[in-house]
């Protein structure tokens, strides 16, 4: 979940920071006060498309920062354990803009490609309301949502397997297809490569140690000279050896303790350190004693590395792979070698996975459209409570052409939605209305409230063109979210501000001849009086206040 929002110089805000609980948080304040500021600096730290308009008049530079805690488990800790950025179930995203320089991307402090931001972003947190940020729009996303709900994951991923490993024989036989025209050629030219590579007889793990090897060789000279120095200064100087000085300090201090009887710990201390400083030196002895200057082998080690970093050279890889460009030459010549045989029993290979992707994906084709059916109605059943009667929400499968197959199965998966009794049903993306939209999104999230992938999910607009009743409908509906996922939410109603476990109000100043934007967490008494203002605006009467008072009351019951 999202724990921290840092900002500066960013469009009206010099300087600000939020903390973030989990539930349902609500952001209010007056039109204009940048609220909205708030969401676009964290899309940008997203890895949205950036602009130097944004940097705050009169700096050089924007920045945004966004914390996250991550479950070991959650897909965004899967992502940055595969591209080596875990850090400890913290997640920590910077970005930086200046205005006549590329704009930076950072993952827990280290710099990464802006995809990267964008990738990891559509783990950790879903926007709402604004078309250009919304998961939701995707087919992808829209697909991924009805598995989840149909409970499909490990079936998806198991046809995933079959795909792959079909789209892996395809590729062999059209190699070995190919292949057979210079076959005599070809297998001229593999087998001086394989044997290039068989006599080099490069372990998987040899390189390391290669490199270790030759870096104590080609420095023996001076790890022969330093040590000794070493050796020197700890124990065989009689008058200035640290171990001589420490056996005058500890017997100086025996003495002493028998004036204070403190000080007989401390000259235990002393008496580990001699300890360990006794056997750090007689290591160092058994150290020199193995330490041997050998040009013969530095000359066999350095010739070694240099063949590998030839061969890795010439077949444009790294040395450490290597050894598997030996397995896949050799497994390319084998096929070229055994034509007709390797050709039979690949074909024969892509029949069984074709068959087994083909029996997996009719039977996910069978639950999909069980699922679909049942995500329509239930979706569909909460858009009256949402301000949209007479709505209605279709899950359209469209097949593959007969010839098309997919690592996802058989099928498209398309959202379609109607927002008022008598339209026609179209696709979520063309859904004119933000707020429609927003609540179209709660309503779906309502229903998946158990099977979200994102943990932060983040509404804008979702109260445009609603009011009263259906207000705090929406307000109950978002904070129940709450208990499943963090849940922010920008709002101009009061019905749903009073339905917020944590509430941020953001407002603007004047400083000087600039305005600057601020934002920060509501006590108890200032949230009856922003409640307060959001009822009655700007003059706020005793009647106005016991009326915020009794909304902040009946939501917390």
Partial sequence: MLTLLHIRDFAIVQELSLGFEPGFTVLTGETGAGKSILIDALALVLGERADSDVIRHGCARAEVSAGFTLKPSHGAAQWLK?????????????????????SRGFINGRPVPIQQLRELGEYLVDIHGQHEHQSLLRRDAQRQILDDY?????????????????????????????????????????????????????????????????????????????????????????????????????????????????????????????????????????????????????????????????????????????????ERLRAELNDIENLDTSRGRLEEDLAQHRAAYLKAARDISRRREAAAKKLARAASAEMPELGMPGGKFEVLLTPLPEDETSA???????????ANAGQPARPLAKVASGGELSRISLALQVVLAGTGRVPTMIFDEVDVGIGGRVAEVVGRKLR??????????????????????????????????????????????????????????????????????????????
């Fill in 408 to 418: 996802h199965g058989l099928e498209r998966v398309e959202f379609l939605v109607s």
């Fill in 82 to 102: 595969a591209q080596d950025l875990f850090d400890d179930r913290e997640c920590l995203l910077r970005r930086v803009i200046e205005a006549d320089k590329p």
């Fill in 480 to 557: 129940a979210l709450g208990g499943a996922r963090q849940v922010l939410c920008i709002t101009h109603l009061a019905q749903v501000a009073a339905q917020g476990a944590q509430h941020v109000q953001v407002r603007k100043r004047a400083e000087g001849k600039a305005t600057v934007a601020e934002a920060a967490p509501l006590t108890e008494r200032e949230r009856t009086m922003e409640i307060a203002r959001m009822i009655g605006g700007v003059e706020i009467s005793k009647q106005t206040l016991a009326h915020a008072k009794d909304m902040l009351e009946r939501a917390s019951a």
């Fill in 150 to 326: 149909a409970g499909l994951e490990e079936a998806v991923q198991a046809l995933a397997g079959h795909y792959h490993g079909m789209q892996q024989l395809r590729a062999r036989l059209d190699a070995l297809q190919q292949q057979s025209s210079d076959r005599e050629a070809r297998i001229e030219w593999l087998t001086h490569q394989v044997r290039e590579l068989d006599a080099l007889h490069l372990a998987v793990d040899e390189i390391p140690a290669l490199a270790e090897e030759h870096a104590r060789l080609a420095n023996g000279a001076e790890l022969v000279e330093g040590v000794q120095a070493v050796v020197q200064a700890v124990q065989e100087d009689d008058e200035t050896a640290a171990a001589r000085q420490l056996a005058r300090a500890i017997a100086r201090l025996e003495s002493l303790s028998e004036y204070d009887a403190r000080l007989t710990e401390i000259t235990s201390l002393l008496k580990e350190a001699a300890i360990q400083m006794d056997e750090a030196g007689t290591r160092l002895n058994h150290y020199l004693g193995s330490l041997e200057l050998d040009p013969a082998r530095l000359q066999t080690v350095e010739q070694r590395l240099s063949t590998v970093h030839d061969l890795a050279r010439k077949h444009k890889v790294k040395p450490e792979e290597l050894p598997a460009v030996h």
